[in-house]
Nanobody
Framework: QVQLVESGGGLVQPGGSLTLSCAAS????????MGWYRQAPGKEREFVTHITSGGSTNYADSVKGRFTISRDNAKNTVYLQMNSLKPEDTAVYYC???????????????WGQGTQVTVSS
């Protein structure tokens, strides 16, 4: 079993900044990818960003240049620094990870419970 716990959500004014974190715990051999999705009310969950074990990153066009993902492999933790926040960034942000629990084991996808980010004046 692998658990992902997000933190750092909250209320911020447009143009402000916020940093999210996600810590993975449990039986972990390796984390292939960690990243973030988000879901606004009435909308489908969408990809935001992810980072691979090798450090490669991808970003959705909507957040490129404003959000930065980083990792601390020793702590099995990923961070999302969000700058120049817009009202349309308001959503529940979900941590996601593809994890191997043992050598040669299958790769499974895990989700956190989500943390609310609200951008409003």
């Amino acid at each position: 079993q692998v658990q992902l716990v997000e933190s750092g959500g909250g209320l911020v004014q447009p143009g402000g900044s916020l940093t999210l974190s996600c810590a993975a715990s449990g039986t972990i051999f390796s984390i292939i990818v960690m990243g973030w999705y988000r879901q606004a009310p009435g909308k489908e969950r969408e990809f935001v960003t992810h980072i691979t074990s090798g450090g490669s990153t991808n970003y959705a066009d909507s957040v490129k240049g404003r959000f930065t993902i980083s990792r601390d492999n020793a702590k099995n933790t990923v961070y999302l620094q969000m700058n120049s926040l817009k009202p349309e960034d308001t959503a529940v942000y979900y941590c996601n990870a593809i994890v191997m629990t043992g050598v040669g084991s299958p790769q499974y996808r895990y989700w956190g419970q989500g943390t609310q980010v609200t951008v409003s004046s």
